[in-house]
T-cell receptor, first 113, second 117 residues
Framework: AQSVAQPEDQVNVAEGNPLTVKCTYS??????LFWYVQYPNRGLQFLLK??????LVKGSYGFEAEFNKSQTSFHLKKPSALVSDSALYFC???????????FGSGTRLQVQP | NAGVMQNPRHLVRRRGQEARLRCSPM?????VYWYRQLPEEGLKFMVY????????ESGMPKERFSAEFPKEGPSILRIQQVVRGDSAAYFC???????????????FGEGSRLTVL
């Protein structure tokens, strides 16, 4: 079985400050890890993924995520938050084989001006 | 290159009616996934299909729900005898496959929002 935990329902950060959205996972074998963002009444948009290679992955809109195998984590980060980053963020995992992505419950990011 | 197309975007049904949601994957994609999102909740996997095959339906309710992805035409998610608890956003996603540089990455449609009165 594969699962994802996003322990924070909401993260509040001031514009210009760094942000972190947490994600831990459980999967058999090597994980494929993803972050998606959802704006109100829209579908999910892909931000970044980790398949293999460097533990620090850079993605769209200045976001990055760090894969930590020992802690089974894949936290999303951004050095300087923008008000326009306010949205719902989903972490997802997939193990090897023909499986669909399993998504976390989502974390609402609120960036205050 | 058109993205994943879902229709209708909004659907209102009365209890006991049927709901049909359609999804056309991105050009060149042969894998389709359906997810359900309840208000203020995350995405729950429902079913994963390839053309004419159901690969994984472990997330589908045992009754009233069915899905297909025929050789020609869009994928269809069908909900019979809808109840108020079926009210949700239903998202379709597609991918080119499960191997290669796009491994696992899903491309989502804008969703179909079902309201059951």
């Amino acid at each position: 079985a594969q699962s994802v935990a996003q322990p924070e329902d909401q993260v509040n950060v001031a514009e210009g400050n760094p942000l972190t959205v947490k994600c831990t996972y459980s999967v058999s074998g090597n994980p494929y890890l993803f972050w998606y963002v959802q704006y109100p009444n829209r579908g999910l948009q892909f931000l970044l993924k980790y398949i293999t290679g460097d533990n620090l992955v850079k993605g769209s809109y200045g976001f990055e995520a760090e894969f930590n195998k020992s802690q089974t984590s894949f936290h999303l980060k951004k050095p300087s938050a923008l008000v326009s980053d306010s949205a719902l963020y989903f972490c997802a995992v997939k193990g090897t084989g023909r499986r669909a992505l399993t998504f976390g419950s989502g974390t609402r990011l609120q960036v205050q001006p | 290159n058109a993205g994943v197309m879902q229709n209708p975007r909004h659907l209102v049904r009365r209890r006991g009616q049927e709901a049909r949601l359609r999804c056309s994957p991105m050009k060149g994609h042969s894998h389709v996934y359906w997810y359900r999102q309840l208000p203020e909740e995350g995405l729950k996997f429902m079913v994963y299909l390839q053309k004419e095959n159901i690969i994984d339906e472990s997330g589908m309710p045992k009754e009233r729900f069915s899905a297909e992805f025929p050789k020609e035409g869009p994928s269809i998610l069908r909900i019979q005898q809808v109840v108020r608890g079926d009210s949700a956003a239903y998202f379709c996603a597609s991918s080119p496959g499960t191997s290669g540089p796009n491994t696992g990455e899903l491309f989502f449609g804008e969703g179909s929002r079902l309201t059951v009165l």
